[in-house]
């Protein structure tokens, strides 16, 4: 018996979480609200980085003219600015020299 995760409308055992993922490039308008976001920016923050030193910002992008720049510098991919939020992921390279 494998581990559970909760996923939408239930648990998934982890490895149908890993056989069943894909990249998603059309979107319904449906709002996504703060706790959907804000449970991926704890996971990032769970997750294992260098020295534990999480040299990662993420920008939560809603604004649209934003989300539109966005998708300009991701080489005109028009799913960039359709989708409701972006999350903008950066390295920080200061953090990074830290130890
Ligand atoms: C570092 C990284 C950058 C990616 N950049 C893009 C991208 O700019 N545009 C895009 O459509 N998909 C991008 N992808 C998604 C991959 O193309 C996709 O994961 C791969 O084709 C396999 O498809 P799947 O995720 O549905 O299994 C990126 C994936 C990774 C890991």
Known sequence: ??????AAGGKMEFRDVI???RSIRAYTSEPIDRNAIDRILHAVVRA???G?????????VRDQARRRRLAEAAQNQEFVA???VDLVFFADPVRS???
């Open 48 to 50: 294992p980085s260098a």
């Open 52 to 60: 534990n030193l999480q040299a990662v910002r993420v920008y939560v």
């Open 19 to 21: 056989e069943r993922r």
């Open 82 to 84: 359709s989708a409701p």
């Open 1 to 6: 018996m494998g581990a559970a995760f909760e």
């Open 97 to 99: 020299r830290a130890k």
